[in-house]
């Protein structure tokens, strides 16, 4: 259902009142991502600088405990609503960043290592702040109901790793240019999904004394999709350079 803030706002909220206190929820929101993709940008250089530490990342066991982590804590994500303690919910959505930011150190580093490439690490940040604020704010203005296509985007999601997991057998570059071209599509798509319904969040759960923690998990679904689109535009502009 579209949102519709008269249906929410009861006699002692304004539509004016609503409006501004959405905006700065959003803005809440988005202030969080943001401090939560420099954090990740700070990981991933500390571990560049660190050779020693980032190549037990990139080759040993500790790959798949940072995989499992951030899949677990992305799958678990929606409990931090339910938590008691504020402070817990940060820590959960600083570490949740914190892994990630480990996790893609090696492929961001193999980049940063030529002028090229780091021109491509660029290029790739850039193009994914745009195609994110076009999408968010598509998300945030349009009236259509956008709540149909959380299943979609489950299952081309789904799809999308059985895709990945079978080119790591096959290993074909074109393979693997076509699954991060309809990643990045898909989680453009997403992005959009996620933040109509984090704005519908706001106007479900106006004035509930959890709305801090529901800005957290807001902005931890809305980084989740920024990364993924980072890391498969960085992908097919490497791909693209190397053919």
């Keep these: 259902m579209a949102l519709n803030p008269n249906r929410y706002a009861s006699a002692t909220v304004d ?29 991933v250089l500390f571990m560049a600088a ?19 982590g951030v899949l677990g804590m992305g799958w678990f994500a929606p409990r931090m ?41 660029a290029r790739a940040f850039f193009i994914t702040s745009g195609m994110f604020a076009g999408a968010s704010f598509f998300g945030y203005v349009t009236k259509k109901d956008l709540s149909g296509f959380g299943r979609f985007f489950l299952m081309a999601t789904i799809g999308l790793i059985i895709a990945m997991v079978v080119n790591i057998f096959v290993g074909s570059s074109m393979f693997s240019l ?42 931890l679904i809305l980084y989740g999709s920024f990364i993924t689109m980072f890391i498969h535009i960085l992908s097919i502009l490497g791909i693209m350079r190397s053919e």
């Excluded at 530490?53 to 995989?67: N, R, T």
């Design 178 to 219: 076509g699954i991060s071209a309809l990643v990045v599509l898909v989680f453009a798509g997403m992005t959009a999904y996620e933040t109509q319904m984090i704005k519908n969040m706001y106007a479900e759960n106006l004035g509930h004394t959890a709305i801090g923690r529901y800005a957290l998990f807001g902005a």
């Design 50 to 68: 660190n050779p020693a530490i980032m190549v037990q990342v990139a080759v040993g066991p500790m790959k798949w405990v940072l995989f499992l």
């Design 81 to 121: 609503i339910t938590m008691q303690s504020n402070m817990g919910a940060q820590a959960f959505y600083w570490i949740y960043c914190a892994l990630w930011g480990a996790m893609i150190s090696p492929m961001v580093a193999y980049f940063l290592q030529t002028t090229e490439g780091t021109w491509d690490v």
């Design 15 to 43: 539509t004016a009142e609503f409006d501004a206190g959405l905006r700065s929820y959003m803005l809440r929101v988005y202030n969080y991502m943001a401090l939560g993709v420099a954090l990740t940008g700070a990981i």
